[in-house]
């Protein structure tokens, strides 16, 4: 007699950029086939498990806080196993808080390990206390198994760690040096995801503009995506983040030219005064970032822009605050993502004298999130009338509508049938709201209900 394995449960909590999101997606993929599966309560979970973000102080006060609460949980139930896993992890002092703070977590990891997932937690649940964190990624690990949450839309990572040291950041210590995949391994593993019925990918790095430079046989990333827009099957390609002083003609060339490669940019300015980016180690001045947009620009017809802004940099006055100002009305994000600055324990910036009061930089970011809203109502407008191809996400069955997204990085509501999801259908953009256009389908499609 064949007895079922009895199946276990697992919560996860995913904090922080979309590589931790992937991460996730693979360790879904392993615990899947170590018979968990995923539940949307701590109340359910025989394995809770967090996944942490380090860039921001914010999110890393909440871990403590959730976690902290958990012990309740394990009082009642003491085989439930509580993890921690991801950036924070990799930060020695931060290690040490949780492991004095935190004594009722069992199993703690880091980003470089998340393939050795059965034997710690094997270990862990049978009463051991494991903490194994080690401090550089070996080689680059191939063919984990990937639970990804998305069947039309897949994250590949193409690059790991990042060799910047911005002075703000945290991400080199935890996440170590540059590591570029094997670009054979990348265009199997695409080729595999467009065989499988995903029509879009998202390449991922810190930095994926680095990509190639540290491999044996050196390629670079415009290369890399001549190779993904001749997989068969695949329709769009995307990446995120690109860093602005490693933005070279070539794959600003490639963008224009490869139909797949989506006219949407993400490229971080983080601040529009020159002697702030200096500071902050960016490598390029105010003027060689709008010179370099200036170049996006022609080359690349209809092209997104979008950003990350840190407002309150030490020694940030308001004359460089103006200037940030100043740039992003002349680019014209579409959207950006703008942080308080947080000081990171262990980076050179946490240690800058001139640390700006939190007010000033409360004020400082309504200003900017202020504009960042008019400027993108501005940009949104701009769509109307215009026909795009939008790859369609979604059925929304009240309200008979379908959501996608244009190449260039617009979401679209159009009503149409639910048998259009997974197709890519032609639109006239009708109507700008405030972060979604409205559109009506255009060509043959039976607007039916099926
Ligand atoms: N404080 C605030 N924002 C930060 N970022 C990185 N480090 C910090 C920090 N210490 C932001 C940057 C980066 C984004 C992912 O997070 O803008 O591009
Ligand atoms: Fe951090 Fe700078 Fe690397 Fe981005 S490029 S991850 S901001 S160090």
Same mark, same amino acid.
């Given at each position: 007699?064949?007895?079922?394995?009895?199946?276990?449960?697992?919560?996860?909590?995913?904090?922080?950029?979309?590589?931790?999101?992937?991460?996730?997606?693979?360790?879904?993929?392993?615990?899947?086939?170590?018979?968990?599966?995923?539940?949307?309560?701590?109340?359910?979970?025989?394995?809770?498990?967090?996944?942490?973000?380090?860039?921001?102080?914010?999110?890393?006060?909440?871990?403590?806080?959730?976690?902290?609460?958990?012990?309740?949980?394990?009082?009642?139930?003491?085989?439930?196993?509580?993890?921690?896993?991801?950036?924070?992890?990799?930060?020695?002092?931060?290690?040490?808080?949780?492991?004095?703070?935190?004594?009722?977590?069992?199993?703690? !990891?880091? #980003?470089?390990? *998340?393939?050795?997932?059965?034997?710690?937690?094997? $270990?862990?649940?049978?009463? %051991?206390? @494991? =903490? +194994?964190?080690?401090?550089?990624?070996?080689?680059?690990?191939?063919?984990?198994?990937?639970?990804?949450?998305?069947?039309?839309?897949?994250?590949?990572?193409?690059?790991?760690?990042?060799?910047? !040291?911005? #002075?703000?950041? *945290?991400?080199?210590?935890?996440?170590?040096?540059? $590591?570029?995949?094997?670009? %054979?391994? @990348? =265009? +199997?593993?695409?080729?595999?995801?467009?065989?499988?019925?995903?029509?879009?990918?998202?390449?991922?790095?810190?930095?994926?503009?680095?990509?190639?430079?540290?491999?044996?046989?050196?390629?670079? !990333?415009?290369?890399?995506?001549?190779?993904?827009?001749?997989?068969?099957?695949?329709?769009?390609?995307?990446?995120?983040?690109?860093?602005?002083?490693?933005?070279?003609?070539?794959?600003?060339?490639?963008?224009?030219?490869?139909?797949?490669?989506?006219?949407?940019?993400?490229?971080?300015?983080?601040?529009?005064?020159?002697?702030?980016?200096?500071?902050?180690?960016?490598?390029?001045?105010?003027?060689?970032?709008?010179?370099?947009?200036?170049?996006?620009?022609?080359?690349?017809?209809?092209?997104?822009?979008?950003?990350?802004?840190?407002?309150?940099?030490?020694?940030?006055?308001?004359?460089?605050?103006?200037?940030?100002?100043?740039?992003?009305?002349?680019?014209?994000?579409?959207?950006?993502?703008?942080?308080?600055?947080?000081?990171?324990?262990?980076?050179?910036?946490?240690?800058?004298?001139?640390?700006?009061?939190?007010?000033?930089?409360?004020?400082?970011?309504?200003?900017?999130?202020?504009?960042?809203?008019?400027?993108?109502?501005?940009?949104?407008?701009?769509?109307?009338?215009?026909?795009?191809?939008?790859?369609?996400?979604?059925?929304?069955?009240?309200?008979?509508?379908?959501?996608?997204?244009?190449?260039?990085?617009?979401?679209?509501?159009?009503?149409?049938?639910?048998?259009?999801?997974?197709?890519?259908?032609?639109?006239?953009?009708?109507?700008?709201?405030?972060?979604?256009?409205?559109?009506?389908?255009?060509?043959?499609?039976?607007?039916?209900?099926?």
């Amino acid at each position: 007699m064949i007895y079922e394995q009895p199946q276990k449960s697992v919560y996860i909590k995913t904090m922080g950029c979309q590589m931790n999101e992937h991460d996730t997606e693979v360790i879904l993929g392993i615990l899947t086939s170590l018979g968990y599966h995923e539940v949307g309560s701590v109340e359910e979970a025989d394995l809770i498990l967090y996944n942490t973000c380090s860039v921001r102080e914010n999110p890393e006060r909440k871990v403590y806080g959730h976690i902290t609460s958990f012990r309740a949980l394990k009082e009642k139930n003491p085989s439930l196993v509580i993890g921690i896993c991801g950036c924070m992890t990799q930060q020695k002092l931060e290690l040490e808080n949780i492991l004095q703070k935190l004594p009722h977590v069992d199993l703690i !990891f880091g #980003t470089h390990n *998340i393939h050795r997932l059965p034997e710690l937690l094997d $270990r862990a649940a049978s009463g %051991e206390r @494991i =903490v +194994e964190v080690w401090d550089q990624g070996e080689d680059i690990i191939e063919d984990l198994p990937v639970q990804r949450r998305d069947p039309l839309r897949a994250f590949v990572n193409v690059i790991y760690g990042c060799t910047n !040291f911005c #002075t703000y950041c *945290i991400v080199p210590y935890t996440r170590g040096r540059e $590591r570029s995949r094997d670009a %054979e391994a @990348i =265009v +199997e593993e695409v080729r595999a995801l467009a065989l499988d019925g995903v029509r879009e990918i998202t390449l991922l790095g810190q930095n994926v503009n680095a990509y190639g430079k540290d491999l044996k046989n050196p390629t670079d !990333f415009a290369e890399l995506l001549h190779r993904l827009n001749a997989i068969p099957g695949l329709e769009r390609i995307r990446f995120t983040t690109s860093h602005p002083r490693d933005m070279k003609d070539p794959l600003i060339e490639a963008m224009a030219a490869l139909d797949k490669v989506c006219e949407h940019l993400h490229l971080p300015v983080q601040s529009g005064s020159s002697e702030i980016l200096r500071r902050m180690n960016r490598g390029y001045t105010r003027e060689d970032y709008l010179e370099l947009v200036r170049r996006i620009k022609n080359v690349i017809p209809n092209v997104n822009l979008t950003t990350d802004i840190i407002v309150g940099f030490p020694g940030e006055t308001e004359e460089d605050h103006q200037a940030t100002l100043d740039l992003v009305e002349d680019v014209g994000f579409s959207s950006s993502f703008t942080f308080l600055y947080s000081p990171r324990e262990g980076t050179p910036a946490a240690k800058m004298a001139d640390q700006i009061p939190e007010a000033t930089k409360k004020q400082r970011i309504y200003e900017l999130i202020e504009l960042q809203n008019r400027i993108s109502a501005a940009t949104m407008a701009a769509e109307v009338g215009s026909i795009r191809d939008i790859l369609v996400e979604s059925y929304d069955s009240v309200k008979k509508t379908l959501l996608g997204r244009t190449k260039n990085h617009y979401q679209v509501v159009v009503e149409g049938p639910e048998h259009l999801v997974g197709e890519i259908v032609e639109v006239r953009i009708t109507r700008s709201l405030t972060w979604t256009l409205r559109g009506e389908l255009l060509g043959n499609h039976s607007s039916a209900v099926c």
